[in-house]
């Protein structure tokens, strides 16, 4: 007679790991903000969103500059939230959405400003190329912590 015997000790330690890592998701959604913040660096060093170039601004063009670094203080003001439910990043500056979304500005909105998106999540929700997979890896790694 043939016995086979299966050992579940390991299985169910698994599983128990995997969900504790759902349940107390603080460190998969401070990964992921700390992901958002170096996407947004990237952008800003590589003057682009996702590997779409900006258009130049004029100043950088007569200064031979950076586009959106003047002073650094749009980059240097981002900062990262994250709970058990969300991680989120932004800037409290006043001008960053315009910067961000592109649009009218200036005494009677006579100046147009092109949207040069910085963060990794453009006016219309997508998500910059490249940036779902950064994403998904992260929650995968952080999910399998431990098992």
Same mark, same amino acid.
């Given at each position: 007679? *043939?016995?086979i015997?299966?050992?579940?000790?390991n299985?169910? &330690?698994?599983m128990?790991? *995997? %969900?504790?890592n759902?349940?107390?998701? &603080?460190?998969i /959604?401070?990964? *992921?903000a700390?992901?958002l %913040?170096?996407? /947004?660096?990237?952008n800003? !060093?590589?003057?682009s969103?996702g #590997?779409q !170039?900006? =258009?130049?601004?004029?100043?950088?063009q007569r200064?031979?500059? =950076?586009?959106?670094?003047k002073?650094?203080?749009l980059?240097?003001?981002l900062?990262t939230?994250?709970?058990?439910?969300?991680?989120?990043i932004?800037?409290?500056?006043?001008y960053?959405a @315009?910067h961000h @979304?592109? #649009?009218?500005? #200036?005494?009677n909105h006579k100046?147009?400003?092109?949207? &040069?998106?910085? %963060?990794? @999540?453009n006016s219309?929700?997508?998500?910059?190329?490249?940036?779902? =997979?950064r *994403?998904?890896?992260?929650?995968?790694?952080?999910l399998? &912590?431990g098992?």
């Amino acid at each position: 007679m *043939l016995h086979i015997s299966i050992d579940s000790q390991n299985f169910e &330690r698994g599983m128990a790991q *995997l %969900l504790h890592n759902v349940e107390n998701r &603080r460190p998969i /959604t401070a990964s *992921l903000a700390t992901e958002l %913040l170096s996407m /947004t660096e990237d952008n800003f !060093a590589s003057e682009s969103w996702g #590997g779409q !170039a900006w =258009k130049q601004s004029q100043r950088a063009q007569r200064e031979q500059g =950076k586009t959106l670094q003047k002073s650094g203080q749009l980059a240097a003001s981002l900062s990262t939230q994250y709970t058990n439910d969300f991680a989120r990043i932004g800037t409290n500056k006043p001008y960053s959405a @315009i910067h961000h @979304i592109g #649009g009218q500005a #200036g005494r009677n909105h006579k100046v147009s400003i092109p949207a &040069r998106p910085y %963060l990794p @999540i453009n006016s219309s929700g997508n998500l910059q190329s490249g940036g779902e =997979k950064r *994403l998904l890896d992260i929650i995968k790694q952080s999910l399998a &912590r431990g098992i």
